[in-house]
């Protein structure tokens, strides 16, 4: 049935008097008038309410016991589908009361009260976060707990739902409520994928905070996951693909938070925890992938990492990297380096991971191009060789691995890889105190790299260049020689010791390594023309004592040897 516009704005004008006189019946028949339009053509439907002024009728026209209501909340939602009408139905008022309908007991009310919330809000941030702190969000859970069997208004709630959460604002009041239980009570009884799926879309932004992490936990999600996985592990159909990635992603999820991550490895007996390690040797590329994850999640702190190295996790890892080195997926290489990295942080690990011929699986993944791969794979050997002077020396020793290293360290597109390059080379001569390491990395041109090392912006990484570069004095100056005069080093620590903001276990080690290179002719000679004397005896009243002490010993040696 076609609406002609004379017939619109004949029942727009009715409307108006008869809602100036709360004759209902007249309203309701221009109701049904406006929603055919609206059905017919929104846009000019719309635009012909605008012009009209009929929108700042309707605040009053949405009282709780009206029979009108229900229509008169369809109209806003229908009216609202168009962006230039939702300023519009702001300024006429329309969110209190529609806020207030939310508390109504009718089903149809509720249903077009949120819909047209959603469509007025939909999109813009700070009507969202008007709607939060109107506090909405009690009210819809309190609504999704008593109305689970009316699907549209579940629908109508968990698309509102999926909204408020993406504000951070609205994690605080969502934890305050029983979301968690209701979701997994609500998730149980579904059947098809795609009322799953919205319940996913929930779920995932509102585990991204830590209380309620815990309350999905504790509510039962994780074994809502694990039964997910379990029957979509082995279909081929897209939508068992799409359920056991997302599942196996929100168990990932419930693991960065270190009480929802505790209770779940249960001291290392969990049954979820061991149903997680049964995804490692899986043939499944997602499932692989989520338990290297979880592993590396789970080895977030020492009681952990200790217990699972114990338990003979490492060798699964291994396993799982062997057959990834020829297949090369890049995600689960990541995510198994990243857990063999951290399981390698206390110091009793470190032995027996190497002996259970950890670095010599990391190494195959050398060739990687790919720098996230990269950067694990430094991280897990810097981890490893920490206080184990044996690992050090075989790894320091290894040119193709120094080749590498002094390579990656001129990585200046990946940040991350340069820095971990440098500190790799520095530990292999920390750790091992080894001439032939060190004769290792002056034939593979790394000495530059540590000279640079020690401008860093980061303290830790500034001290770890210099008592390596102590050490390459210290066991082969003359080999170091033409590398030291060649980077600079005497410029880079006259800077040092020069600037006033240098930290001072930084200048402590610069003085350290002026005295170590003073036994080199041309060393010697820069040292003196830069007149090294006048910015040591200065440290001679630092307020650090140890900075203090060691500039008079500096001072003595260069007046000695000048």
Known sequence: MTIRADNLSEALKKLKLASADSATDSVESCLDCLLKALAHNNANASEKVQEMGVLSLLPTLLAPQSSCTPKVANIIAEVAKNEFMRSPCVEAGLIPPLVQLLHSKDQEVLLQTGRALGNICYDSHSLQAQLINMGVIPTLVKLLGLHSDNTALTEMCLIAFGNLAELESSKEQFASTNIAEELVRLFQKQAEHEKKEMIFEVLAPLAENDVIKLQLVEAGLVECLLDVVTH????DR???VAQLKTASDLMVLLLLGDESMQKLFDAGKGSVFERVLSWVPSHNHQLQLAGALAIANFARNDGN???MVESGIVQKLLELLDRHVEEGNVTVQHAALSALRNLAIP????AKMLSAGVSDTVLKFLPSEMPPVQFKLLGTLRMLIDTQADAADQLGTNSKLVERLVEWCEAK??????????RLLSALIRHSKSKDVVKTVIQGAGVKHLVVM??????????????ALGL????DLVGAEKDFVGAGLVQVLHKLLSDE?????????SMILICAVMGSEPLHKEVQGLAFIDVVSKLRSHENKTVSHQASLTEQRLTAQS
């Open 347 to 350: 110091v009793v690990n470190k």
């Open 305 to 307: 990492c200790i217990q």
């Open 232 to 235: 979509t592990v082995n279909g």
């Open 413 to 422: 597109d990946h940040a991350g890889v340069m820095g971990e390059s440098n």
């Open 472 to 475: 390459i004095a210290g066991l």
């Open 501 to 509: 903001r240098t930290a001072p276990e930084i200048k402590y080690n």
């Open 454 to 467: 020690a401008m860093s912006e980061h303290m830790i990484m500034q001290n770890e260049a210099l008592v």
């Open 238 to 240: 897209d939508e068992d």
